[in-house]
């Protein structure tokens, strides 16, 4: 089993097998990443691999200040402005990719933008100091599954695939950065996420559009099935039949569920997202005909909540 405590000795250890060119697991404070040199092609394709992602999606990388992220993209003003508020956050940037960036193209998909993240987490930040390299890292999951936001989650999918899964508990957002486009005009919503709508508009002073819907080719984690478990699910559900398993939110939930997980049962939408994900996953394991889900205020983190959900709840 790699699952080791993110110590400060097994985050060396961790920098040295991503040196070699190896793929480590690590702990955001979204969800867990799957960590490679964002330089090293062959590192790079060890993640596609694992992961059995397509090619033509490209991966975040991370690094640990906005230093070093000016040194791979260009910052506009309104990237700058984004930058400021929202780093170390669960904010992915796409911007213009500097040609010396030395990033492999695999990272990017060919594409002339690269999408950066700076993560607001004491692990990621050891990680990518210890490196001092930028790290390409997509959810560790196997593409199209749940997102792992305990060690275990990586564990049970990925096994030892990974050199180290570095443990750093469970996340405290729950659900994959906010991405967004500031590479041509005013900037475009590509993935709803951890940070929320309003708060960036408030900083922008304008609305932020979302990208239409045939452009979400530009950010496959808009790929319509996505973050889903292997049991059907049943949206906006107000009552539950006995061979269901329910996701609840709230107080009051219905009775007679096979199994009843709550989201947040003061109705707090934060709160919820850091269950989010591993309810689903363990509502999945629960041998249920079908999760039912109960209603989640389309607002604020809401937003976020419903877009994974919605994506999770399209049929294979
Ligand atoms: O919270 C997160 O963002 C997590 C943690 C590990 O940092 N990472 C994550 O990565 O969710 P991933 O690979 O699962 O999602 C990356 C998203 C995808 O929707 C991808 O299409 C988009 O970012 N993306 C990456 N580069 C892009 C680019 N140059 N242009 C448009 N979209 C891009
Ligand atoms: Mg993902």
Not at 122 to 146: C, D, E, I, K
Not at 159 to 181: K, M, Y
């Amino acid at each position: 089993m790699p699952v080791v405590p993110a110590t400060q000795d097994a985050v060396t250890r961790a920098a040295e097998a991503l040196a070699r060119g190896e793929i480590v697991a690590f702990p955001t404070e979204t969800v867990y990443g799957l960590g490679a040199d964002a330089r090293n092609a062959a590192a790079v394709t060890k993640v596609f691999a694992a992961k059995a992602r397509p090619r033509f999606n490209p991966l975040i990388v991370h690094v640990p200040d906005l230093a070093a992220a000016e040194r791979l993209a260009l910052f506009d003003e309104s990237a700058r402005a984004l930058a400021d508020a929202f780093w170390p956050g669960p904010l992915s940037l796409v911007l213009p990719k500097r040609p010396e960036s030395g990033i492999a193209d695999l990272v990017t998909a060919g594409l002339d933008t690269i999408a950066l993240r700076v993560p607001d987490h004491p692990m990621a930040q050891a990680l990518l100091t210890a490196a001092g390299f930028p790290l390409a890292a997509p959810s560790a999951n196997r593409s199209g599954a749940v997102s792992p936001t305990a060690a275990a989650h990586v564990a049970a999918e990925l096994g030892d695939i990974p050199a180290l899964i570095l443990d750093g508990g469970a996340t405290t957002r729950g659900i994959e950065s906010t991405v967004v486009r500031a590479s041509e005009g005013a900037p475009v919503l590509l993935r709803l996420g951890a940070t929320p709508r309003e708060d960036i508009e408030a900083v922008l002073g304008s609305p932020l559009p979302s990208a239409p819907d045939g452009a979400a080719i530009a950010s496959p984690g808009q790929l319509d099935r996505h973050y889903a478990p292997a049991t059907p699910l049943r949206l906006g559900a107000t009552d539950v039949a006995p061979n269901e398993a329910l996701l609840a939110f709230g107080p009051n939930p219905p009775h007679g569920a096979r199994k009843t997980l709550n989201l947040s049962v003061g109705g707090d939408l934060q709160e919820a997202a850091a269950n989010l994900f591993a309810s689903l996953r363990a509502l999945d394991a629960c041998g249920a005909e079908a999760i039912a889900v109960m209603p989640i205020p389309d607002e604020s983190l809401g937003e976020a909540i419903n877009d994974r959900l919605r994506r999770a709840a399209k049929a294979r």
